[in-house]
């Protein structure tokens, strides 16, 4: 089921995501609701703070054009964690948090990830490329780090600034 985004300044946002203790239906059910929701605003990856459920879930879907097989993957993660990270990287990046704003974060080039998946066996996924990207950022989420916090404060004053006017556009449009 498609669920509302949480928009920045939404202080669930900043709160720092609960383990998964069990994985059950419910758990289930929300990897379901953020495959959906991401698909439908056509996001790259979504975690469940940014629907305003502060569990340690994360979603991530790698078109085809970005992997080397040429077909789309998609990841659910229970408990993801980055175990290993190597080089640096800039990369554009968004959120669907804060619609409207993209810029250069600094970023691993490379990261190990493990965690969950929906039926509960470990997973171990060496990514690079835009895979890697998208784990970190969504790993932040759970942390409650934004991609903003990345960069300098004057940049996160600029990209507020024009995030803050595509709000006012989308209010208006309305």
């Known amino acids: 089921m498609v669920k509302k985004i949480l928009k920045y300044p939404d202080p669930l946002l900043r709160k720092r995501s609960e383990p998964v203790d069990r994985i059950d239906d419910s758990v289930r059910a929300l990897l379901a609701d953020l495959v959906d929701t991401m698909r439908q605003v056509g996001g790259v990856g979504l975690s469940a703070p940014q629907i305003g459920v502060t569990k340690r879930v994360i979603v991530v879907e790698i078109p085809a ?54 039926e509960g066996r470990e997973v171990r996924i060496e990514a690079k490329g835009l895979l890697s990207i998208a784990l970190q950022h969504e790993i932040d989420h759970l942390n409650g780090v934004l991609f903003i916090d990345r960069v300098s404060s004057i940049k996160r004053e600029f990209l507020l600034k024009k995030y803050r006017k595509y709000m006012q556009s989308q209010e208006h449009a309305l």
């Open 65 to 118: 054009d970005e992997t080397e097989d040429k077909k789309p993957r998609l990841f659910k993660l229970v408990n993801p964690e980055i175990v290993d990270s190597r080089g640096t990287v800039k990369f554009e990046e968004g959120c669907l948090s804060i619609p409207g704003v993209k810029t250069n974060v600094k970023r691993s080039e490379s990261v190990v990830v493990c965690g969950l998946d929906e």
